[in-house]
């Protein structure tokens, strides 16, 4: 099993897309919006011209839309580059992961050397963190760098602002990667917090919501002495021409954001009522999204990968989320006919 495999694997041995209901990555189920896609028929005869170098038209969109100051921000191929960027960049000696999460970050921080603890979340706590037991680790292990979910990749569990305050007295970095939040709507971010502390980061991917993962878009951001550093490490062009363009048209499509906001407050209570519904399988809250559950065995929750696979159906194994075995599965929420045909499979492969 590979240590840092992802969903959204729909390639065959020979790199050609193939015809799945791909339930494995967590995209926007409305797709890309019309405006999106205009921006981007529009914008090709600009690709013999570089890219802005300080995606100038972008900053100030996401700077308007997210209410920060146009130097507190840096955008980014994707927010996986971030992680990349920061760790290599500033070097943080202990960087302590709670896990279940996102393979990206302990992945980009051994690249860099650093050295990874980790804080265990357990399945009957729902994997949310007791913040007590987490700042004893931090001071027993002197970590000066926390990464953190909000909300986290696949468990969906959310911080709450005071709790982040509680970590930004106690570490040298706090960390927060919020790609999923647009989901769920400002209230629930901690990007607040960046005002008056110095040491916090939020990452943020635009490409999850905008369902835009194949231009690789996304921003972190934080104090300005850390975007400087930041920016004085990065590929000059590193977000291209197109995807500034889509990201500035997205971020001004208010109406696409409001319904999926809508659709997916309405979604999520049908797909966790139908999964829950299903016999041997426990159900973990969405807050987004993605739905994680778990299955009696590592076994049968194999079986039944395989057997939606032979449907043409994609879901994510959790097997190699450190935190977790194979008797996880994450899928996606996506449209109300997708859902409906993934509950009928898994109720026709479990009776079997």
Known sequence: MKDFEHGGNIYNASGQAEDWLDMSANINPLGMSEAVKSAVLSGIDGLIHYPDPQARELKNTIAARYNLNFNSIIT?????????????????QQV???????????RAAKAAGCQVHYF??????????????????VRRENINCLILG????????????????????????????????????????????????????VVHSLTKFFAIPGLRLGFAAADEGIIKRLESGKDVWNVNYLAQKAGVAALNDIQYIKSTRRRLAEE????????????????????????LMKFKTPHIAGKVIDELKRQKILVRSCGNFRGLDGSYIRTAIRSRQENIKLFESLNDIIRR
């Open 150 to 201: 909000n909300p986290n990749n696949p468990t969906g569990t959310l911080l709450d602002s005071a709790d982040v305050l509680r970590l930004l007295d106690a570490v040298d970095f706090v960390v927060v990667d919020e790609s999923f939040v647009d989901f769920l709507g400002d209230d629930y971010s901690v990007r607040q917090l960046i005002r008056t502390h110095i040491n916090l980061i």
């Open 268 to 291: 999520k209570t049908f797909f966790k009522e139908h999964l829950q519904a299903i016999e041997g399988i426990k159900v973990f809250e969405p807050t987004v999204n993605f739905v």
């Open 96 to 106: 302590l992961i709670p896990v279940p999460s996102f393979s990206e970050y302990e």
């Open 120 to 137: 265990t979340t357990c399945t009957e706590a729902n994997f949310n963190i007791d913040f007590d037991k987490l700042l004893d680790t």
């Open 76 to 92: 980014l191929n994707g927010a996986a580059e971030f992680f990349y960027l920061f760790l290599n960049t500033f070097r943080p």
